[in-house]
């Protein structure tokens, strides 16, 4: 694994440990990143969306563009993100979003979840942070994309507070999606 795709443990004093995922950590990641897909985005499983989820290693550890970073507490893995070199795929998504973030070229934020009586201690935001380091120290990115479920509790003001809406999927007539798309500053190192 190169440098670039490795995190270093940051303790927090709240006992909370940020760091890049190793291979046993992927049940864990796995766990969060399940329950997340059937509990808050009732979507369930989905293969065509979720198939990075049931190999987390080959999609995020394995790739030298992409990472998984997880927050663990007390021998537990609470928290997810990732990092994928793929931009959104039309369809589902508008054909000029997926045109505008193209597959090699956007760092997309994903699978940014916290067990829910883990939130609100600033896992999230930390998981950015550490995302975004990532994609500065690896290069060769264009864009930082994400997009979110508003209907999640607390995801569409998180990301406003961090990234610049690009596509409200809401507003648009004939779209049966409640997708928000939103693109985040490109850490200068990465330019």
Do not use: K
């Not at 045109?99 to 999230?124: K, M, N, W």
Request: proline share 8%; net charge negative.
């Amino acid at each position: 694994m190169s440098t670039a795709t490795m995190a270093a443990a940051r303790a927090a004093a709240d006992g909370y440990v940020l760091r890049t995922a190793t291979p046993g950590d992927i049940d864990g990641a796995r766990a969060v990143m399940l329950d997340t897909v059937y509990n808050d985005l009732r979507s369930g499983y989905v293969p065509r969306w979720h198939a990075d989820i049931i190999d987390p290693e080959a999609s995020y550890l394995r790739p030298e563009r992409c990472t998984l970073l997880v927050v663990e507490r007390d021998g537990e893995i609470v928290a997810t993100g990732a990092v994928r070199d793929r931009g959104p795929q039309a369809p589902p998504n508008p054909q000029w979003v997926a045109d505008r973030f193209p597959s090699g070229a956007t760092a997309q934020l994903c699978r940014i979840y916290v067990r829910p009586e883990h939130r609100r201690h600033g896992l999230a935001r930390r998981l950015v942070r550490e995302l975004c380091d990532f994609v500065a120290g690896v290069g060769g990115y264009g864009a930082v994309y994400l997009h979110t479920d508003p209907a999640v509790p607390g995801a569409e003001p998180f990301w406003r507070s961090l990234a610049q809406e690009v596509c409200d999927e809401r507003t648009m007539p004939g779209r049966g999606q409640s997708v928000v798309h939103f693109e985040l500053p490109l850490p200068d190192a990465a330019r």
